[in-house]
């Protein structure tokens, strides 16, 4: 008897340490990357763009999986291949990010660890080269979870994160796009989106089996300076909970917010007790669609299975795991 409670007190114990890890057996390394939804078309690209992407999203998932296959987190392989794609001149993030109607850059970025729900976040950072590595120092060396403007820029300075001047981000193409969107003269999400898209995001399932999630982002083309908008808000742009799922958005982040949609999809999980492409699909077409919004969102789950949709005519997306990768730039036929 004795004995027995011995082993009951034992078992309830590890259960406990282990809340919400996954780490009872090794599981493959899986990594998810989305470059943002919106108007993309074969015809909107050169072939060197076109090349280009693909490489920028092949890199991305090379670096993020090589840092799984080593044994590293979920977390940081979902930075190493953010920073790829934010380094990169074809995204909405880090360099080639758009611009606010002042003609400058304002950043937003978020990472959240499922195994133990830490997240950090900065939305609004205008010198950090890359945004996706000030959240994670915010996560990691602060009791925050959101830092903003001016005083995320000076915290990823106090972490010696690497800075630059705001034009740095700023390419021709960019910079063509915003005059053109300012000669209109509009301020809609829709209207953004048209003109540009390219958020990048990552989830990750490291061998332990923990999940991961990370966004960056720009933002929308010609937004009111000030303007934060959800991919570095936890729970509508990214989330990431071992229990059920990690996901990054795109789209016209207004509604993402409205919806909570990130957080959405891990409930109807958790609550609902449906698969996660139902969870993801309800979501996006049941759910953002009748409100007339758009954009897309990848999602992973512990089991591994992998969800990338979009309601837009195209998507920036790909995958990797020890078999096989993947990776498309348009619609689902393309
Ligand atoms: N969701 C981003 C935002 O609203 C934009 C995008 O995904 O393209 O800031």
């Known amino acids: 008897m004795k004995y027995i409670l011995l082993l009951a007190t034992l078992l309830i114990t590890l259960g406990h340490h282990s809340f919400g890890q996954h780490n009872t057996e090794i599981s493959d390394p899986i990594i998810v990357i989305h470059g943002g939804a919106g108007f993309i078309e074969k015809s909107m690209l050169t072939d060197e763009e076109e090349k280009e ?3 920028a999203i092949e890199s991305a998932l090379e670096a993020g999986h090589k840092v799984l296959t080593d044994g590293g987190s979920a977390e940081l392989a979902v930075v190493a291949a953010i920073k790829i794609l934010e380094n990169s001149p074809h995204f909405n993030a880090g360099k080639g990010a758009v611009m606010t109607a002042e003609g400058r850059h304002e950043l937003d970025a978020s990472i ?13 950072v205008t010198t950090l080269k890359n945004p996706i590595e000030g959240a994670l120092a915010v996560m990691n060396e ?8 001016e005083g995320a820029d000076a915290f990823a ?11 740095y981000f700023t390419t021709p193409k960019v910079k063509a796009e915003w005059a053109a969107s300012k000669a209109e003269g509009y301020h809609s999400p829709i209207s953004a989106t ?14 332990n089996g923990n999940l991961a999630a990370g966004t960056s982002t720009g933002g929308l083309m010609n937004k009111e300076f000030g303007r934060v908008g959800d991919s570095p808000i936890i ?34 999980i958790a609550f609902g007790k449906v698969s996660l492409e139902k969870a993801v699909k309800y979501t996006l077409f049941e759910r953002l669609d009748p409100m007339e919004a758009l954009g897309g ?23 990797k795991t020890l078999k096989e990768t993947e990776i498309k730039l348009y619609g689902k036929e393309d």
């Open 235 to 268: 729970g509508a742009g990214t989330y990431a909970d071992n229990k059920t799922c990690a996901v990054s958005c795109t789209g016209q982040g207004e509604y993402y917010i409205r919806l909570g949609f990130a957080k959405e999809i891990s409930d109807h």
């Open 142 to 149: 602060s009791w925050h979870v959101m830092l903003q403007g």
């Open 297 to 319: 969102v990848i999602a992973l789950d512990v089991d591994g299975n992998i969800s990338m949709e979009f309601n837009t005519p195209g998507m920036y997306r790909g995958w």
């Open 194 to 207: 048209l003109r540009k898209f390219g958020t990048v995001g990552c989830v990750a399932r490291d061998k």
């Open 112 to 124: 959240m660890r499922g195994s133990d729900l830490q997240a950090g976040a900065v939305a609004g």
């Open 53 to 55: 992407v693909y490489a």
């Open 157 to 167: 300075r106090s972490q010696k994160l690497e800075q630059v001047d705001n034009s």
